[in-house]
Nanobody, 125 residues
Framework: QVQLVESGGGSVQAGGSLRLSCATS???????MTWFRQAPGNEREGVAT????????AYGESVKGRFTISQDSAEKTLYLQMNSLKPEDTATYYC???????????????????WGQGAQVTVSS
């Protein structure tokens, strides 16, 4: 059983930065670890993914070049560094985990077994 707890959300002005953390309990080695976000009235979308213990992260088109996903060396905390934030990045951000690798459909929400409670990010213009 894997449990996920996000932290680090908040409010920031456009152009600013925030870092989200997702503390992981249980054995998540080899799991696909992904950040999703959901704005009011929108579907949940994939932001970034990384294979726990692996390499080669992937990003959604809207955040490429601005966001970076990473894990600590013990693979117990997942991070999302968000730079050059825009008002359209405002959403609730969730970390999620699943077995079976990340590809090809890493952003398919239905395939994830474990979810955190969410962290609110608000970007003002």
């Amino acid at each position: 059983q894997v449990q996920l707890v996000e932290s680090g959300g908040g409010s920031v002005q456009a152009g600013g930065s925030l870092r989200l953390s997702c503390a992981t309990s249980g054995n998540s080695f080899g799991y696909c670890m992904t950040w999703f976000r959901q704005a009011p009235g929108n579907e949940r979308e994939g932001v970034a993914t990384i294979l726990s213990g692996g390499i080669v992260p992937a990003y959604g088109e809207s955040v490429k070049g601005r966001f970076t996903i990473s894990q600590d060396s013990a693979e117990k905390t997942l991070y999302l560094q968000m730079n050059s934030l825009k008002p359209e990045d405002t959403a609730t951000y969730y970390c999620a985990a699943r077995t079976g690798g990340c590809w090809p459909r890493w952003n398919d929400t239905r395939s994830y077994n474990y979810w955190g409670q969410g962290a609110q990010v608000t970007v003002s213009s």
